[in-house]
């Protein structure tokens, strides 16, 4: 079963009777007879409100021996212990949290025949200082003895507590289903389970891997699932194919590019896909195929590797995009995940836009504003540095939802299509500043900037003055800027604001040469050079 989101597993909690012995070993009902505790209540809740001492003193101590004769014929679950045997041979610590006393725990672990209770550290029963279930207390005690977080714990039972105590604590969970149970909707587990064997091939991908590739086991797993349907791909990624293959036979101009993806670390495969799309897009191109690199570091799980490649499919589709192939692996190289994407898009030769078809007197048009990308990155990575600066979590929430606007794919095929259309750029690292700069080299003339008309969303601005960033150095994916003839600008505009996408005219092509010549409020305004992106601050101080 697959999580609901990537997962790592550097620990795991086994709830005990039930879970780790059989589901018969124990029934509360014969002990709630004897103690007078209704059905529909929990015996040791019932039993902890009592109100005399020496009545409460007294039915714990029937729970007592009612548990201890009960362990004394439990007998191991079915997979209990090759499970645990597999938790040993991978060196993945494994502890014990109940409710019931420890000396039972202890008396019926006397009966499992590869495992013994020295095996198990912690042991938590309610015996201890330490909160047992539905707490999470207990299971964040385990989790700071292993030098972990609780979301790297895995916590294993077959009762709705189990489930319960996993969510307070911010663990995985997985509810082994013994019996139908009511849980509640927060407290819906990671993965449901019948049998204890059906844990291995989830701790296989959860478990942290190492330098190198994925075992080809582990691949085809991470693989299964993405289909590849285009007829023109002959060659896909799958083991042992170490190449992409397609058929271009009917393509009359192929577009390459290549852009690594190193800033972003959530929602890294969106980021991956529209980057190298955007640029392919600026050619009046359609994207067509996707190769990727993919380097995670080490410690990684499989799931958190499978989780980038579902979120790349899945961008690739909504996009009428071919993920066809690439390579994956886990290096000390780097720190956090690192997508270098490949984008092959193709267009008829008569309607490819080369940016050195503008002239004097084209309009320049920007497309949405400026920093889209960067406003993304910086709501998404420091949200919690901005809610501590003061900032709402409105304009964090809003700064968020920027990255479904990174995309100029919409833009660019409105543009594609209109006559007049002499030159796209995508704005991307350096932001709007740079990007520019880059139109008039590869255009081969100069440009005149109004800085006044450049648009700023509300949130940019706020960001970039709180963080000392300036906005026209900040990236932007999701600006696209457009050069275009005079008699075309109005129409062009109007066609892309009628798919709800801001465009302002921000300037006008001069005569040939490079550069920017900038105004501002009618004066000659010095246009700003960036040698690194702004966001690079952030990312620099830790």
């Known amino acids: 079963m697959l999580a609901s989101k990537p997962y790592r597993i550097r620990g795991v909690l086994f709830d005990f009777d039930g879970t780790l012995t059989c589901p018969d070993t124990l029934d509360l009902n014969v002990v709630k007879e004897q103690v007078g505790c209704p059905a529909h209540l929990p015996v040791l809740e019932f039993i902890t409100q009592m109100s005399e001492p020496s009545q409460r003193a007294e039915a714990l101590a029937q729970l007592d021996d009612f548990e201890m004769a009960a362990a004394q014929n439990a007998r191991?679950?079915?997979d209990a212990e090759k499970l645990l045997d597999h938790l040993a041979r991978i060196k993945l610590p494994k502890g014990i949290i109940s409710r019931n006393s420890r000396a039972s725990i202890l008396r019926a672990l006397e009966n499992f025949g590869s495992v013994a209770h020295p095996d198990f550290d912690p042991i938590i029963t309610r015996d201890d200082p330490v909160k047992t279930k539905p707490s999470g207390e207990g299971i964040r005690f385990a989790a700071r003895?292993?030098?972990?977080?609780?979301?790297?714990?895995?916590?294993?039972?077959?009762?709705?507590?189990?489930?319960?105590?996993?969510r307070r604590a911010g663990a995985l969970t997985a509810l082994l289903e013994n019996a139908p149970l009511k849980i509640l909707p927060d407290c819906r587990p990671d993965f449901r389970i019948r049998r204890l064997g059906e844990l291995l091939p989830i701790l296989r991908m959860g478990a942290p891997r190492w330098a190198g590739k994925l075992p080809n086991d582990i691949l085809e797993a991470v693989l299964q699932g993405f289909d590849v349907a285009d007829p023109s791909v002959l060659i896909s990624a799958g083991v042992g194919d170490d190449t992409a293959a397609v058929d271009v036979r009917h393509e009359e101009v192929l577009v390459l590019k290549s852009d690594p993806i190193t800033f972003a670390t959530d929602a890294v495969g969106h980021y991956a896909v529209l980057v190298n799309a955007n640029d392919i897009a600026t050619a009046g191109a359609r994207p067509r195929w996707f190769l990727t690199t993919l380097l995670f570091p080490l410690g990684s799980s499989a799931s958190q590797i499978r989780w980038v490649m579902g979120e790349l499919f899945q961008v690739c589709q909504t996009h009428g995009i071919t993920l066809?192939?690439?390579?994956?692996e886990l290096t000390d190289a780097v720190t956090r995940p690192v997508i270098s994407g490949m984008m092959a898009g193709t267009v008829p030769r008569s309607k490819l836009v080369d940016?050195?078809?503008?002239?004097p007197g084209d309009h320049v048009l920007i497309t949405k504003a400026v920093a889209v990308e960067g406003t993304a990155i910086i709501a998404r990575e420091f949200s919690q540095r901005l809610l501590q600066m003061g900032v709402t979590q409105e304009v964090v929430s809003h700064g968020r939802a920027f990255l479904s606007h990174i995309g100029i794919l919409p833009e660019a095929a409105i543009a594609a299509r209109h006559p007049g259309v002499s030159a796209m750029h995508d704005v991307t690292e350096g932001g709007l500043a740079t990007a520019l700069v880059e139109l008039s080299v590869a255009g081969g003339h100069r440009l005149h900037i109004n800085r006044r008309k450049i648009p700023i969303f509300n949130e940019t601005g706020l960001l970039c003055r709180l963080l000392g960033l300036d906005p026209l150095g900040l990236i932007g994916s999701g600006s696209l800027l457009i050069c275009c003839r005079p008699?075309?600008?109005?129409g062009l505009s109007d066609q892309i604001a009628?798919?709800?996408?801001?465009?302002?005219?921000?300037?006008?092509?001069?005569?040939?040469?490079r550069g920017i010549e900038a105004v501002d409020g009618g004066q000659s305004w010095q246009w700003p050079q960036f040698d690194v992106d702004e966001i690079t601050k952030l990312f620099g101080d830790g």
């Open 145 to 166: 003895k292993w030098g972990l977080s609780p979301a790297e714990v895995l916590v294993v039972g077959d009762f709705t507590f189990d489930m319960e105590a996993g």
């Open 76 to 78: 191991p679950n079915w």
């Open 355 to 359: 940016k050195r078809n503008m002239r």
């Open 498 to 513: 009628a798919q709800g996408i801001r465009v302002t005219h921000i300037g006008r092509v001069l005569d040939a040469g």
């Open 324 to 328: 066809c192939g690439g390579h994956t």
């Open 487 to 490: 008699a075309t600008s109005r």
